[in-house]
Each structure stands twice: as structure tokens, then as C-alpha cells.
């Protein structure tokens, strides 16, 4: 096949009629038309290569091209192919590992299903014991004291803020578990998003967007068609055969379980460049402690003689850590917003469980609020997503295009055209030519 090829040393280009390649600039302001392929074949693309002189062609000054060579791209061992693929295969084992912690937290919510008999302090009491296992041995292994003057001194009271408000988030999850339906306890106790921002508003300052508020409203509207309370919906809606004494403060205990989840999101942001094995250690301490006391001034500790609970409690904690651990290690791979879509899964998983294993078929009720919840928690961790984008990309101009008027998206994309000339280098036009 034969083509036309130009060498332009102003530019530091070859140009063909398919692509650009890139090549070191050289200071000599001429195009040499090379129309054999042979010479083209033949010719050290390094190297000077002297025009005919009998044949000079002005070319117009043009700035480098900022779409990617094909040729690099199709190169296997090039740095730039290496590199995204590495990053792509990041941001496919944090997606991994966010739908693996959502899993490993649904079988939590079995065993503990399945354990209702069981004192909920008694069973956070064992699921912190073998909870600080895990977080003690990394911290030796990697010889890190837990302990040091200089990490108290700096981030002591936030660890222990983040332990207590953990136990308060453990506590009021089981006790929404063992109250109520499993489906009904993991949409509400899934709500925890939606109040972060109203947490990080207060606390971190950060700020306050309208959607925020609407995902409030749609939240507890989720909330309140899953709970289904007789004094708003009546005794047909609710449910007129179950103790209602009890199941209300199920319904209480989901919500504080996810508000406390929010403020552990709060602390967790005031110290996300700290290693996750002291946080983990500390929280597992703090659990242990408080969870022993109240368990033996309740005298409820009971003899454990089956193996399946042993087995059971075991798994309880085991499965804590690695949940925990998977969205840490989740959370560093991928953006906060993309995580908190996939915990989505939770409450698929529930509704699976609930069905298949408890044999309960869940309210139509309890599906519209559930589906509410999630819509709400995806859309907002979208546009989360989104907003972090560049002012130039489509995606973003897309979406606001979707939700802001005519004027605002012009403006938009003026902005995003200035950064990126601004961000271009500039290219100075060598002097015309003539024969």
C-alpha cells in the first residue's frame, strides 16, 4: 500500500493521512513530502533528511494533537498502556472488595438472625473478643505500637469516639435484628448514607446541597412505608398480629443504628490517612470493654455448649473484621460514592435470605420503601461521583445539562474550554515559506 508521508521538524511530526506520530522537535522549519514508500522505509526518521530543492510546501502552524496516538495505544509494553491498565485493575478489585464486604455484612445479619435467643451484648461481647484478634497481630507483625504518646496525643479522643459510637452502632443493629424482619431492619439500617451529610454539615462543614435534602425526605418516606406504624396507615396496611410494643422499638433501634453508622462515617473522614489496624484495634477494645461490663451487671451470660452457636459466634466476629477491613482497603482503591452504590447489595441480600431461608415474604409495602432507599442512595452517590469529574468532561456537562438551565451549562462549558487552552502548551508558528 502506498502513501503519502510528511516530515515536519517545526513541529516534531510525522503526519500521515491516518495518524500522528510524535517525535523529538528539531528547529528547522520545512515539510519534506517523501512519495515513495520505499524511501520512506529506508529513512531514519531520527535523523536530518535534506528537502529537494525543487520542492518546498508552507504548512500552516497547528498545536499538537491532544488525542492519544493509536500507535502508543496499541503498543502492549508502553508505560502509558501498563499504567491504565494497572489502574483499571485497581478500580476492579475496589469494586471487588465492596461488594464482598456488603456480602460479608449480609451473613452477619443471618448469624445473628439466627442467634435471637442470645443477649445482644453477649453476642457483641464475642464478636469484639475475636474482632481484636485479627487488627493485634498486623500491628505486631508490622511492629506499630497502638499505644504511643504521639498517636494518643493526635488522634487519641477521635479513636475512642469512633469505638464508642461503633458499640452504639452494634448494639442497636442487633437489637433491630432480633425485633424485626430481616428485610424491613437492613432497609432502614441502609438509610446511614443519607445522614452523613447532614453529620459532615454539622461536624466537618462540609456542604449542604438541596439534593441532600430531598434524599432526606425520600429516605424517610422508604423508611415509614417499611415500618408501616397503624397511626399513619390504619389497621389494614400494618400488621395487627404482631406485638407492636416490641417491633416499634425495633423501628427505633434501625434508625439510631443508622445515624450512629453516620457519625462512625464522620470519623472515620477525620482520620482517613490513619492506618485501618489502629482504628480496628481500638474499636474492638472499646466494644470488648463495654460490651463485658454491661453483659455481666445484666448477668446474662450463658453456658455455650453447642458447637453450631460457638461456631456461629465465631463467624460473627471474623466476618466483622473482614467486612470491615474489605471496605478500608475498598474505600483507598475507589471513590466513597461508587462504595456506598454497591452497599446497595445489602439489601438484596436480605430480601434473598428473608425469602429463601425464613420462608417470609416481604409486604409490597416493605419493596416500595426498599426500592425508594435504594434509588435515593444511588442517585446521591451519582451525582457525588459526578460532581468530582472534570468542568470538561461529558459526562458532567450531560448530567448538568439534565438539571440546570441553558445559561449555566454555557458558562459551564466555557470554563471547561478555557482550563483545557490554558493547560495545553503552546506552540510557536515558524515563518512562511515561499518558492
Same mark, same amino acid.
Given at each position: ?16 493521512? #491516518? ?18 514508500? %520505499? ?25 499538537? !494533537?491532544?488525542?492519544?496516538?493509536? /500507535? ?24 471487588? #472488595? ?14 445473628? %438472625? ?29 511492629? %506499630? ?71 432526606? /425526605? ?8 417499611? !415500618? ?61 470493654? /463495654? ?32 467486612? !470491615? ?7 483507598? #482503591? ?13 439489601? /438484596? ?30 442517585? #446521591? ?5 459526578? !460532581? ?48
Amino acid at each position: 500500500m502506498k502513501q503519502t508521508l510528511f516530515k515536519s521538524k517545526s513541529l516534531g511530526q510525522v503526519e500521515t493521512g #491516518l495518524t500522528n506520530l510524535s517525535f523529538p522537535a528539531r528547529q528547522c522549519p520545512y515539510v519534506i513530502p517523501l512519495f515513495d514508500h %520505499k524511501e520512506y522505509l529506508d529513512t531514519d526518521i531520527d535523523k536530518s533528511v535534506r528537502p529537494p530543492t525543487n520542492c518546498v510546501i508552507p504548512i500552516a502552524p497547528s498545536g499538537p !494533537s491532544d488525542a492519544p496516538s493509536p /500507535v502508543q495505544d496499541a503498543a502492549p509494553d508502553s508505560p502509558a498502556s501498563k499504567g491504565g491498565f494497572r489502574k483499571n485493575l485497581k478500580s476492579m478489585f475496589g469494586i471487588f #472488595l465492596g461488594l464482598f464486604s456488603g456480602l460479608c455484612n449480609s451473613f452477619i445479619s443471618l448469624l445473628v %438472625k439466627f442467634n435471637d435467643t442470645r443477649s445482644i451484648f453477649e453476642v457483641s461481647t464475642y464478636r469484639f473478643a475475636v474482632m481484636i484478634i485479627p487488627p493485634t497481630l498486623l500491628l505486631i507483625y508490622h511492629k %506499630k505500637n497502638p499505644f504511643a504518646w504521639k498517636l494518643v496525643r493526635s488522634v487519641g479522643w477521635v479513636l475512642v469516639l469512633r469505638g464508642v459510637l461503633g458499640c452504639g452502632a452494634t448494639f442497636t443493629r442487633y437489637y433491630a435484628l432480633q425485633k424485626l424482619p430481616l428485610a424491613d431492619a437492613s432497609v432502614i439500617m441502609f438509610s446511614s448514607p443519607v445522614f452523613v451529610a447532614i453529620f459532615s454539615r454539622i461536624f466537618l462543614k462540609e456542604p449542604f446541597r438541596w439534593s441532600h435534602a430531598l434524599a432526606i /425526605v425520600v429516605t424517610l418516606t422508604g423508611c415509614i412505608l417499611v !415500618s408501616r406504624p397503624p397511626a399513619i396507615f390504619g389497621t389494614l396496611v400494618a400488621e395487627t398480629s404482631v406485638d407492636w410494643n416490641g417491633r416499634i422499638w425495633g423501628y427505633v433501634a434501625s434508625i439510631a443504628s443508622a445515624m450512629f453508622t453516620a457519625s462512625v462515617y464522620v470519623t472515620i473522614r477525620h482520620m482517613k490517612n490513619l492506618d485501618s489496624n489502629f482504628v480496628l484495634f481500638y474499636m474492638a477494645v472499646i466494644g470488648l470493654i /463495654v460490651s463485658a461490663i454491661v453483659t455481666g451487671a445484666l448477668n446474662q451470660f450463658g453456658p455455650m455448649n453447642d458447637p453450631k452457636e460457638i461456631g456461629a459466634f465465631f463467624g460473627v466476629g471474623f466476618l466483622a473484621w473482614l467486612s !470491615s477491613e474489605s471496605m478500608v482497603r475498598a474505600l483507598r #482503591l475507589e471513590t466513597a460514592s461508587l462504595i456506598a452504590l454497591l452497599r446497595t447489595g445489602d439489601i /438484596v441480600w436480605a430480601f434473598i435470605w428473608q425469602i429463601t431461608i425464613f420462608k417470609m415474604m416481604p409486604h409490597y409495602f416493605s419493596i416500595i420503601g426498599a426500592v425508594l432507599v435504594v434509588l435515593c442512595v444511588s442517585l #446521591l452517590s451519582i451525582k457525588e461521583s459526578i !460532581s468530582k469529574l472534570p468542568a470538561e468532561s461529558r459526562a458532567r456537562l450531560f448530567v448538568e445539562r439534565m438539571m440546570r438551565p441553558a445559561n449555566k451549562l454555557k458558562e459551564i462549558s466555557c470554563k471547561g474550554k478555557a482550563r483545557t487552552k490554558e493547560q495545553s502548551p503552546p506552540v510557536a508558528p515558524g515563518p512562511a515559506l515561499h518558492q
